[in-house]
């Protein structure tokens, strides 16, 4: 593994490096939200009701969590520069072929390969900021990764007004377009890190290792890990998936303004991100110790997703919106805060970390979007389920701030 001052080019250098994954995020998003985008008219072109719907977001999450755990492991013994490269190209490849889909079983195919590949930005892209750095700084350059995925989902619902035409199959032009741009990440990658940069360490006793990672995993740390990931990551995707169905069809916008909204939407979860990852750094550096810091900003990023209770109660119109967003800047800004939680556990087995909280969120997740739809459908209305996913994240905080610091430290490294 290279060291930090082997890393250490210039004093901007580990930023650049970071604004790359932020552009990595941004693809992964761009070639995930298309289909959201277009879902009402999929939806139309092959005849889904809501549970069908949440069986494509369902198999996507559970191709997430199998690619999650290969690509995890595979991120901890692998050079990051290379394998991320590798799963960027084929996730981009995947997203250009659904624009060639025919029917319901080969876009259910696609959305299969396409989770598969995307799990491995994840694991890649932590890593990458775990080893650039250091424990103060990383909730911010967590929250540059993450921001990605709200300027990914800023610019698709743009790309699709304007690619998309009155005819229903013109959904097909922005799957093309978007797989076709990921492919152009790849040269400044590799371009900008060198063959040594992002390997693993070697450890000259496997049994060692391997024991380290048992430990790991069933330490208290990484049990409260899986619950708070299947708690934000249930909340982030039913908003992520189902806003612009929920504003179509549920609250009767056109497709226009549902489009424009959910990229003003993503604009917030942006700031939400950002300002998430920043304020924490902010409170570390001059009144709290990094943990309170971080959960403290947890804490309010969960009241911001609550907020989401009170959608039954509200019509189309500008509160509602208002909520909307507020409640979206809380489910993205937990995220950078989350994963700098999971830098702390183990240095050494950073990858296979994410990768196995990605399972047990994915397979979470992919069955709370089959219910999604499933409630949608029975009560002919999608407040229930939002409301009840809103709360998720408030509930994620009690076991950091609870049992956290309770943990044996010296899984740290």
Known sequence: MSSHGDLARGPSWKWVV??????????????????????????????????????????????????????GWLADRVSVRWLYAVVLALWSVVGFATGFVRNYDELL????????????????????????????????????????????????????????T???????????????????????????????????????????????????????????????????????????????????????????????????????????????????????????????????????CGLLCALCVLVPWLGKGWPLLLVLSLAGAGALGVFPLYHAFTQDISGEHQGKITGMAGVATWLITAQMQKLFGMLADRTQSFDLGLALAALLPLIAVVPLWLFWNRSNARLSS
């Open 18 to 71: 970071c604004g790359l994954l932020l552009l990595a995020s941004a693809i992964n998003y761009m070639d995930r939200q298309t289909l959201a985008n277009a879902s009402v008219r999929i939806s139309q072109e092959f005849g889904l009701n809501q549970e069908r719907y949440g069986n494509v977001e369902a198999v996507f999450g559970y191709a997430f969590a199998a690619g999650s755990l290969i690509f």
């Open 109 to 164: 195919l696609c959305r299969l390969l396409l989770g598969f590949f995307e799990a491995g930005h994840w694991p890649c892209g932590i890593r990458t900021t775990r080893m650039l750095l250091d424990a103060r700084q990383r909730s911010l350059g967590n929250g540059v990764l993450q921001s990605g995925a709200s300027v990914g989902a800023i610019i698709t619902p743009i790309i699709m007004q304007a690619l998309m």
């Open 166 to 300: 009155s005819d229903l199959g013109s959904w097909r032009t922005p799957f093309k377009v978007v797989g076709a741009v990921g492919l152009m990440w790849i040269v400044p990658w590799l371009v900008l890190l060198k063959g040594s940069d992002l390997s693993p360490a070697r450890s000259s006793d496997e049994s060692r290792r391997t024991s380290s990672f048992w430990r790991v995993l069933f330490s208290r740390r990484m049990l409260i890990v899986f619950f708070v990931i299947a708690c934000i990551n249930t909340t982030w995707q039913i908003l992520r998936a189902w806003l612009p169905k929920i504003l179509q069809e549920g609250r009767g916008y056109s497709e226009a303004h549902a489009l424009y909204f959910n990229s003003a939407w993503f604009g917030a979860t942006d700031v939400g991100c950002l300002g998430a990852g920043a304020l924490a750094v902010w409170l570390a550096r001059r009144h709290l110790s990094v943990h309170t810091a971080r959960v403290a900003v947890f804490a309010g």
